[in-house]
């Protein structure tokens, strides 16, 4: 057995340990409140976007806020998947990956999990970068046998094209996209304009932050049919002003889901495709509620 093996055994165990422990903290003896579809007889396939979690080695707070988001995720009846945008943890700390990957395997809040990259998985400008891309690629790859070896990827779920992109620079203030991953995403994008597929792209950053430029990203975008890119990163709250269109491009700025002094914790969207069209509504995971103001549909553009 290798070294690279080992390690990886390792870190199998203590997340499995970690799990029994979180399964029998107080912190995951919650429970949702049930919810489903607008019309799930015509439902292609229902998602969630949650944002900005922070999980902190030293904030036993950001734990149990998170371990409340899963349970009110979990209890959706239709959720085919769930998308996490970026600053999953707040450091890019072992232990606090540890927390958010074995959280989210030991709950299963879905069947699908996609994990998008931010500044702060990556060290927020501190520490190893290389390292940090290397660890989210290695946990991803552990937890949910993802099988990646770029911080970038892409899966077809009933259908669908969830394609989730990634930072390549550790200066958090920077959205830059290599010219490798820009020719990959035009690549998966072509593929899914050919299967006629509804299209949704992920990042932690909103376009008009590419370092390179938002305009020539945003194009991309349009020109092959991408239904709605949706994204995290300023923490601001979930608002109607948040659900806006950039460069042609239907967009979504997702709060932070987890503790905030400015709103309710647990905001997201859930996303529900039909045939003709997308329908997005906010829901506050926490409180099991839908937010009533915040409801829009998008068409399909094939």
Known sequence: MDFTTVVMYLKDLLATVMTLLMMMS?????NGV??????????????????????????????ENFSDVLYGIKAGKDIDAVIYTGDNVMNGQFLENVFFYSAIRSMMPAENNLVVVGN???????GDHDKSRNDFIANN???FGADLDEPYYYRVINGCYFICISTEVGDPSQFYVSDKQYSWLEGVLKEAKA?????????????????????????????YNV????????????VAGNFYNWGGIN????????ETTHYDAGDGIVVEVYEDEILVRGRDFVK??????LVYTYPIVK
């Open 120 to 126: 702060h998985d990556l060290g927020n400008g501190a």
């Open 141 to 143: 790859n552990l937890y």
């Open 251 to 258: 967009s979504i700025n997702l709060p932070r889901v987890t």
């Open 26 to 30: 107080p912190a995951f003896s919650g």
């Open 288 to 293: 099991g509620e839908w937010i009533e103001e």
């Open 34 to 63: 049930a919810y489903e579809a607008q019309n799930p007889d015509e439902l292609i396939t229902s998602f969630v976007v949650v944002s900005d979690i922070h999980v902190e080695t030293n904030n036993p707070e950001s734990y």
């Open 195 to 223: 299967a006629g597929a509804p299209t949704f792209v992920f990042a932690h950053f909103p376009i008009r932050d590419i370092s390179q430029g938002g305009d020539k990203f945003a194009a991309l975008l349009k020109d």
């Open 227 to 238: 239904s709605l890119y949706c994204h995290g990163h300023y923490h601001n709250d979930l």
